[in-house]
């Protein structure tokens, strides 16, 4: 992998002249990879990972495993295609083992994510069977953990 795409892909924070530096490149040349890499669907597009708990966010998040018929022709790709235009569905991915497609999912409410997979998902002609597991709690996400560790400066106290 390139190593300019490693950096951008472990912290998103870095400016041009940070990349510049760290790379050993001038900064027109930094910022043209990156337009060239965003031109042609290298780079898709910029997430923040944000502690909702700390922002008060209630969202509610599933991962449902997804049975489908494929396609003559098509495949899984249009199937799975058509399920990931759901505003619903956050990531879509073709699996291997006993189902085929993992989808998660984001609402409001329990009802919300329910309604989507009764009502939507499993309507959608193709698809066999559906399995819900709700998400609880977050301990790690997209390699960062959620609440890092803390290092106490003081000395352990003994009796």
């Known amino acids: 992998m390139d190593p ?5 892909h472990e912290n998103m924070a870095f400016r041009i002249p940070q990349l510049a530096a760290l790379l050993q490149l001038s900064e027109s040349d930094v910022t043209e990879k990156i337009k060239a890499y965003e031109r ?10 944000l502690n909702e708990e700390k922002l008060g966010v209630d969202v509610v998040r599933a991962v449902i495993e997804v049975k489908i018929t494929p396609e003559r022709g098509g495949g899984f790709d249009r199937l799975a295609a058509r399920i990931a235009k759901y505003d619903e569905v956050r990531s879509c991915y073709l699996m291997s083992g006993a189902y085929d497609l993992l989808v998660i999912v984001e609402g409001e409410s329990l009802k919300e994510v329910a ?6 998902l499993a309507t959608v002609q193709g698809v066999l069977s559906t ?3 709700f998400m609880l709690k ?8 959620m609440k890092p560790e803390r290092h106490e400066e003081r000395l352990a106290v003994t009796p």
């Open 40 to 49: 042609d669907g290298t780079i898709l597009g910029y997430r923040t990972i």
């Open 138 to 145: 977050p301990y790690k996400e997209q390699g960062v953990l």
């Open 4 to 8: 300019m795409l490693k950096l951008l």
């Open 131 to 133: 399995a819900t597991h």
């Open 115 to 120: 309604m989507f997979v009764s009502e939507k």
